[in-house]
Protein backbone atom coordinates (compact mmCIF):
# COMPACT_ATOMS: atom_id res chain seq x y z
CA UNK A 1 0.00 0.00 0.00
CA UNK A 2 1.34 3.53 -1.00
CA UNK A 3 1.82 6.08 2.68
CA UNK A 4 2.26 8.86 3.11
CA UNK A 5 3.25 10.41 6.57
CA UNK A 6 3.57 13.84 7.47
CA UNK A 7 5.19 14.83 10.57
CA UNK A 8 6.50 17.49 12.02
CA UNK A 9 4.08 20.23 13.17
CA UNK A 10 3.87 22.22 16.44
CA UNK A 11 3.61 25.26 17.73
CA UNK A 12 6.06 28.17 16.78
CA UNK A 13 6.40 32.26 17.41
CA UNK A 14 6.02 34.48 14.43
CA UNK A 15 8.97 34.62 13.15
CA UNK A 16 10.68 30.88 13.96
CA UNK A 17 11.30 28.06 11.53
CA UNK A 18 10.01 24.57 11.63
CA UNK A 19 10.70 21.78 9.47
CA UNK A 20 8.16 19.11 8.27
CA UNK A 21 8.75 15.67 6.89
CA UNK A 22 6.70 13.34 4.30
CA UNK A 23 8.26 9.48 4.37
CA UNK A 24 6.88 7.69 1.23
CA UNK A 25 6.36 3.83 1.43
CA UNK A 26 5.29 1.59 -0.71
CA UNK A 27 5.39 3.77 -4.40
CA UNK A 28 5.51 1.54 -7.10
CA UNK A 29 5.92 4.48 -9.91
CA UNK A 30 9.79 5.58 -10.40
CA UNK A 31 9.08 9.45 -11.49
CA UNK A 32 6.75 11.16 -9.19
CA UNK A 33 6.42 14.37 -7.36
CA UNK A 34 5.72 14.90 -3.82
CA UNK A 35 3.83 18.03 -2.97
CA UNK A 36 3.14 20.11 0.28
CA UNK A 37 -0.44 21.71 0.90
CA UNK A 38 -1.93 23.25 3.59
CA UNK A 39 -5.61 24.00 4.86
CA UNK A 40 -6.43 26.80 7.61
CA UNK A 41 -9.59 26.85 8.86
CA UNK A 42 -12.30 28.03 6.96
CA UNK A 43 -10.40 28.28 3.95
CA UNK A 44 -9.68 26.10 0.56
CA UNK A 45 -6.30 23.92 0.87
CA UNK A 46 -3.38 25.26 -1.32
CA UNK A 47 -0.77 23.44 -2.77
CA UNK A 48 1.80 25.22 -1.50
CA UNK A 49 5.31 23.24 -2.79
CA UNK A 50 6.40 20.62 -4.52
CA UNK A 51 9.71 19.13 -5.58
CA UNK A 52 10.35 15.66 -8.58
CA UNK A 53 11.96 12.65 -7.50
CA UNK A 54 13.51 11.90 -10.73
CA UNK A 55 15.46 15.61 -11.25
CA UNK A 56 14.82 17.52 -7.85
CA UNK A 57 12.96 20.30 -10.20
CA UNK A 58 10.81 22.47 -6.96
CA UNK A 59 7.95 24.49 -7.49
CA UNK A 60 6.63 27.47 -5.05
CA UNK A 61 3.60 29.23 -4.33
CA UNK A 62 3.73 32.69 -3.86
CA UNK A 63 2.48 32.85 -0.76
CA UNK A 64 5.91 30.87 0.78
CA UNK A 65 8.37 31.81 -1.89
CA UNK A 66 11.91 33.03 -0.23
CA UNK A 67 10.69 31.58 3.19
CA UNK A 68 10.28 27.57 2.23
CA UNK A 69 12.65 25.72 0.96
CA UNK A 70 11.50 21.39 -0.11
CA UNK A 71 13.92 18.80 -0.39
CA UNK A 72 14.50 15.54 -0.86
CA UNK A 73 16.01 12.44 0.27
CA UNK A 74 15.64 9.94 -1.65
CA UNK A 75 17.38 6.90 -0.09
CA UNK A 76 15.49 7.80 2.58
CA UNK A 77 12.28 8.53 0.55
CA UNK A 78 11.34 11.09 2.94
CA UNK A 79 10.73 14.97 1.59
CA UNK A 80 11.34 17.87 4.08
CA UNK A 81 9.59 21.49 3.89
CA UNK A 82 12.27 23.74 5.87
CA UNK A 83 10.03 27.06 6.87
CA UNK A 84 11.63 29.48 7.66
CA UNK A 85 10.58 33.04 8.87
CA UNK A 86 6.64 32.15 9.73
CA UNK A 87 3.46 33.89 9.95
CA UNK A 88 0.63 33.95 11.98
CA UNK A 89 -1.03 33.30 8.56
CA UNK A 90 0.73 29.97 7.91
CA UNK A 91 -1.12 28.33 10.69
CA UNK A 92 -2.94 25.19 8.80
CA UNK A 93 -2.84 21.44 8.80
CA UNK A 94 -0.04 20.77 6.69
CA UNK A 95 -0.53 17.56 4.17
CA UNK A 96 2.13 15.97 1.69
CA UNK A 97 0.59 14.47 -1.30
CA UNK A 98 1.75 11.84 -4.16
CA UNK A 99 1.41 12.94 -8.25
CA UNK A 100 2.50 9.79 -9.57
CA UNK A 101 1.89 10.54 -13.27
CA UNK A 102 5.08 13.61 -11.79
CA UNK A 103 2.46 16.29 -13.60
CA UNK A 104 2.76 18.99 -11.36
CA UNK A 105 5.51 21.07 -13.91
CA UNK A 106 2.58 21.20 -16.48
CA UNK A 107 -0.30 21.11 -14.26
CA UNK A 108 0.81 23.54 -10.93
CA UNK A 109 -0.14 23.19 -7.44
CA UNK A 110 -3.49 21.89 -7.88
CA UNK A 111 -5.37 19.19 -5.78
CA UNK A 112 -6.09 16.99 -8.71
CA UNK A 113 -2.73 16.66 -9.81
CA UNK A 114 -1.80 14.17 -6.81
CA UNK A 115 -3.44 11.28 -6.51
CA UNK A 116 -2.29 9.73 -3.37
CA UNK A 117 -2.61 11.78 0.66
CA UNK A 118 -0.94 11.63 4.08
CA UNK A 119 -2.10 12.55 7.12
CA UNK A 120 -1.85 15.86 8.05
CA UNK A 121 0.35 17.80 10.94
CA UNK A 122 -1.05 20.61 12.30
CA UNK A 123 1.59 24.11 12.48
CA UNK A 124 0.18 26.57 14.22
CA UNK A 125 2.20 30.02 14.78
CA UNK A 126 1.43 32.83 17.44
CA UNK A 127 1.93 36.05 16.55
Known amino acids: DVQLQATGGGLVQAGGSLTLSCVVS????????IGWFRQAPRKDREGISA????????HYADSVKGRFTISSDNAKNTVYLQMNSLKPEDTAVYYCAADSSNSVAAAGLNEWVFDYWGQGTLVTVSS
Open 26 to 33: GFPFEDYA
Open 51 to 58: ISRSDGRT
